[in-house]
């Protein structure tokens, strides 16, 4: 059973970079075979049960939230999302001590190396900014923005810049890791550019700088890479440096777009402040409520996670979801205080998951990233690392 759990995983790991199929098959195989394990009373006593209690409400007020919707059979089945958070338990369960945590992160990164390399390529090829210019489509239809293997560009800048950040303390001076994964994470780090995705710039940004205060060694690399690589955007192709230039720009169309999706969101949200419209609601109601001025009168989300869950699942539904990500940190943060300074290996899963997280909920101001399945199944399987380290402070010291 041990060895197809890990075979089925193995499988999953792959998916996460190369096949929404792949992934989310693999995740319901390992689903089931979780669940059969807790027949027996021994596997339930040692089962590990992360979140369980905002994970719970939060799925709680989204079904109470559909039922009262009016809209009640779409929307339950706009909840399916909610069994995304199996990754979460499924890698808590496969995941028995760092070393796992490690060659699991060396997996992931393999695996998001050739999404990003392919990206690259696509990029590097493109005629043009054209949707399709022919065959083979996975190279040349919308490849003026890496995708990779994925439908569109948000996704592989969303999955890279999680995996960056989880394997960047990696790295760093003192972590006491080898080196090889320096290559495929400079890979992936071109792969996240080429996407011109800002909100995944910025949220890796952000992910960067939070592991300033909880890196030991090496912040100011940290620092000075984050600036240089700031630098080579802008002394880089036209293209990505209009990216970067107007990604604070007020007049730009995409920026303006967000902003009023925002503004019709927060109106939505008024008229049903408790429980929301409903999941799913955005995609039913939007139309009704967009501005006159706005060039896109429909839409499934308005481009920022906190405001579509407020939207479609109300202050009790945000409430939840703020729990979920409080009670993360919280327990992240406490393992990392446990820990002992010369334990540079589990200390490097516990920060890169704390990176990671920081940086899907700051790109989730600009993206939805939340409803993003490929995304938020990379996060959901990040956040398990501080449990992977918690087994080895369970079993104790080494005799």
């Not at 990754?87 to 369960?93: K, N, P």
């Not at 496969?94 to 992931?108: I, N, T, W, Y």
Request: aromatic residues 10%; positive net charge.
């Amino acid at each position: 059973m041990t060895a197809l759990r890990r075979a089925v995983f193995g499988a999953f790991v792959v998916g996460l970079g190369v096949s929404i199929t792949l992934s989310e098959t693999a995740l319901s195989l390992l689903t089931l075979l979780w669940l059969w394990r807790l027949r027996d009373p021994a596997a339930r006593a040692a089962a590990r049960w992360p979140l369980w209690q905002p994970v719970l409400a939060f799925s709680a007020v989204s079904l109470v939230s559909a039922l009262a919707s009016g809209h009640p059979v779409t929307a339950v089945g706009a909840c399916k999302g909610l069994l995304l958070v199996t990754a979460l338990y499924v890698t808590v369960d496969v995941l028995s001590g760092p070393e796992d945590g490690h060659r699991f992160l060396s997996a992931l990164l393999v695996v998001a190396t050739v999404a990003a390399a392919v990206g690259v390529l696509q990029t590097v090829v493109c005629p043009g900014p054209a949707i399709d210019y022919g065959s083979p489509a996975w190279l040349y239809r919308r490849c003026n923005r890496a995708r990779g293997f994925f439908s569109i560009y948000m996704t592989l800048a969303g999955v890279l810049s999680l995996v960056l950040l989880a394997s960047l303390p990696r790295l760093l001076p003192g972590a006491a890791l080898p080196r090889w994964p320096t290559l495929p994470w400079l890979v992936s780090l071109g792969g996240l550019l080429a996407t011109h995705t800002r909100g995944a710039w910025m949220g890796f940004a952000a992910g960067v700088l939070a592991l300033l205060p909880m890196a030991r060694k090496g912040r100011w690399l940290l620092l000075g890479g984050l600036i240089v690589l700031g630098l080579a955007a802008l002394a880089g192709p036209q293209d990505l440096r209009q990216r970067v230039l107007t990604m604070g720009n007020p007049d730009d169309p995409t920026v303006k777009e967000r902003v009023y999706m925002w503004r019709s969101g927060l109106t939505m949200w008024l008229q049903h402040p408790v429980l929301g419209l409903g999941p799913g609601g955005v995609k039913r109601e939007y139309s009704r409520y967009a501005l006159p001025e706005a060039v896109k009168k429909r839409t499934s989300h308005v481009h920022n996670a906190p405001l579509q869950i407020l939207v479609e699942r109300g202050v009790l539904g945000l409430a939840a979801w703020v729990w979920i990500w409080a009670a993360f940190f919280w327990k992240a943060l406490s393992v990392l205080r446990r820990l002992p300074e010369d334990a540079g290996p589990a200390r490097a899963l516990v920060v890169g998951s704390l990176a990671a997280i920081v940086a899907f909920l700051v790109g989730g101001l600009s993206e939805y990233n939340f409803g993003d399945s490929e995304v938020v199944m990379v996060a959901w399987a990040l956040m398990a690392l501080p449990w992977a380290v918690t087994v080895t402070e369970k079993a104790g010291p080494s005799p």
